[in-house]
């Protein structure tokens, strides 16, 4: 496949969530057999192959990476999940529970499955296909990142053992 082809594959798949951004570090080695997620051959032994951990484990040509890696650059941070930690997080879901734009969960019912190419209801970042999600069962905006449901769940759990504590009840003066 021709070099400019295949800059606009790796584009479209990268709008779409269906590849995620290339990551700066790579394990490389011979070619193992594997099949290149970028132009679709097999890697033979004769060539440099890259192992590339993400979300999932994928395999490219050496020049297929390169130029994969350059289509990236423009999404190098764009999902904030890798950069924020969870305290961070925690405090994104206080402030969007404090101004409307976040529900309290109102339980821990959900499930756990491929990305959507959407983004996260959370922080609002993208979620590529290729990455794992976190689908809340009944609520709205419901696809998140792993570690943003953790934040949201957490947060929901402590707004409502706040919400159900009694409260003070005022006492008479006895003198």
């Given amino acids: 496949m021709p070099q400019i082809a295949l800059r606009q594959t790796v584009r479209e798949r990268l709008a779409s969530g269906w590849l995620f951004p290339a990551p700066h570090k790579v394990w490389a080695g011979k070619g193992t057999g594997h099949v290149c997620v970028v132009c679709g051959?097999?890697?033979?032994?004769?060539?440099?192959?890259?192992?590339?951990?993400?979300?999932?484990?994928?395999?490219?040509?050496?020049?297929?990476?390169?130029?994969?890696?350059?289509?990236?650059?423009?999404?190098?941070?764009?999902?904030?999940?890798?950069?924020?930690?969870?305290?961070?997080?925690?405090?994104?879901?206080?402030?969007r529970f404090a101004n409307g734009t976040l529900p309290v969960l109102p339980h821990d019912k959900s499930w756990t499955g491929r990305g959507v190419s959407d983004l996260c209801g959370v922080c609002s970042?993208?979620?590529?296909?290729?990455e794992s999600s976190q689908e809340v069962i009944g609520a709205p905006r419901a696809h998140t990142h792993l570690v943003c449901y953790r934040a949201w769940l957490l947060e929901s759990i402590a707004s409502r053992q706040v919400d159900e504590r009694p409260s003070a009840e005022p006492h008479a003066d006895d003198s």
């Fill in 41 to 95: 051959t097999t890697i033979t032994p004769s060539e440099v192959e890259n192992e590339v951990d993400g979300p999932v484990t994928v395999w490219t040509h050496l020049p297929c990476y390169s130029i994969w890696r350059e289509e990236s650059k423009p999404y190098d941070g764009a999902d904030g999940t890798d950069r924020i930690d969870l305290g961070d997080l925690r405090q994104i879901v206080r402030e």
């Fill in 125 to 130: 970042s993208p979620i590529f296909a290729a």
